[in-house]
């Protein structure tokens, strides 16, 4: 919304009401005293009336920021029988005039001149001055009188579109702020799901054979426990990493824990095959060793979240990793396993497949997920270069 010209007045202290109070005095006083005793010497009544309307003008300059207009052009009519309203007339047409509107420069200018010539030339004033010299004076210091309000007007404007760039820059800067915390959250929030949830399913999975089976030996039940500790250690460790983009404590700079790439995969493959997923991997993505570092930690990241869904909705069902690709095709992943039967023994919320399509589109590719037939697929694109 635009501002208006009345935005830009600041707002009156004590001492700002007694500084003007005190202009106005002076002014009142050099334009007074020395018509007073011409005034008096024509008619008594004169200084009476002078006096008694330079008292009403004190009163009303006081409502120049309500009523701008009628005030000033008011106290201006009134300046063409009182020369102790002089004060009050020039502070309300220095207010009219910050404002910087033509029209009520125009009427406010017309009507003070006017008052001012007819106080000169037609009042008692003792002066023996030229109409000529009267005239040009009044002139000159009409305009200087509102040229001096419009010289407020603007200085006070530049003032406050100053201090309004000043309160939206902060603002501004304090919302990239927050922005970047979110952005720093949901990228913790996403590493977190995609590291946790994947060990967190390994556990489950253990600790559920485990209820199933009365027939183990206490070798057979230590291995086992043993295998869940080790699964939860290594969720910590995880944890950890990803919890390593916070700042270091002494230097405050930012420390990156190593993450995950393309040639990792093989790993964690093995590794799920280990804790009994039943995989069928084929990399068939040309110079695999030259995917970008960006990419191969998303297919990663994809691969790992299909083994933990295989693992909570599948269990036992074969899962099948086909990559292919290559420099000028981008890099396609397609995880596919037989629906599962039953309820899974680890609650999901699906927020895992939403966080990789996010991360997939912000490496400019794809992510899609849905039933096929018998089977569960999960199928990502990612270009070589994104």
């Known amino acids: ?52 309307l330079g008292l009403v ?43 910087r509107r033509w029209g ?26 030229p109409a000529w010299l009267i005239l040009t004076f009044n002139a000159i210091a009409t305009v200087g009188i509102l040229g001096w309000g419009m010289y407020l007007g603007s200085r006070r404007e530049l003032v ?63 291995a086992s426990a043993t295998v869940i500790q080790e699964k939860a250690h290594e969720a910590l460790t995880d944890l950890r990493g990803v919890l390593g983009v916070l700042r270091d ?11 995950p790439t393309y040639a990792d995969l093989p790993a964690l493959v093995a590794e799920a095959r280990e804790g009994g997923l039943n995989i069928a991997y084929d990399d068939d993505v040309a110079s695999p060793e030259q995917v970008p570092e960006a990419v191969g930690r998303t297919v990663y990241r994809i691969v790992q979240e299909g083994m933990t869904n295989a693992r909570k909705h599948a269990p036992g069902a074969l899962l099948s990793i086909h990559l292919t690709g290559g420099p000028d095709d981008g890099v396609e992943v397609l995880l596919s396993n037989p629906l599962g039967f039953g309820r899974s023994t680890t609650p999901g919320s699906g927020l895992g497949l939403v966080g990789l399509s996010e991360r997939a589109g912000l490496r400019g590719g794809t992510l899609v997920h849905g039933t096929v037939g018998s089977a569960f697929e999960l199928r990502g694109w990612l270009p070589w270069a994104p």
Request: proline share 5%.
């Open 1 to 52: 919304m635009q501002s208006r010209p009345e935005d830009y007045q600041p707002p009156l202290t004590r001492w700002g009401h007694l500084w003007r109070l005190a202009l106005m005095l002076v002014l009142s006083a050099i334009v007074w005293l020395p018509v007073s005793q011409a005034q008096d010497d024509a008619a008594p009544a004169v200084v009476v009336l002078d006096l008694g």
């Open 57 to 99: 003008a004190f009163v009303v300059v006081h409502f120049r920021r309500r009523w701008p207009m009628p005030v000033a052009v008011g106290l201006s009519l009134v300046g063409a029988v009182s020369g102790s309203a002089a004060g009050p007339i020039v502070l309300a047409s220095v207010s009219v005039a910050t404002a």
């Open 104 to 129: 009520q420069l125009l009427v406010v200018g017309v009507t003070s001149f006017a008052a001012a010539v007819f106080f000169g030339l037609v009042m008692p004033s003792g002066s023996s001055e």
């Open 160 to 222: 406050a579109s100053l201090q309004h760039r000043a309160e939206r820059a902060e603002a501004e800067q304090e919302l990239r702020a927050a922005q970047a915390r979110t952005t720093e959250r949901a990228q913790i929030a996403r590493e977190m799901h995609d590291v946790l949830a994947h060990r967190i399913s390994q556990i489950s999975m253990h600790a559920g054979a485990l209820s199933f089976r009365d027939d183990l030996s206490a070798d057979e039940m230590r």
């Open 249 to 259: 404590e002494q230097t405050g700079e930012l420390r990156h824990a190593p993450q």
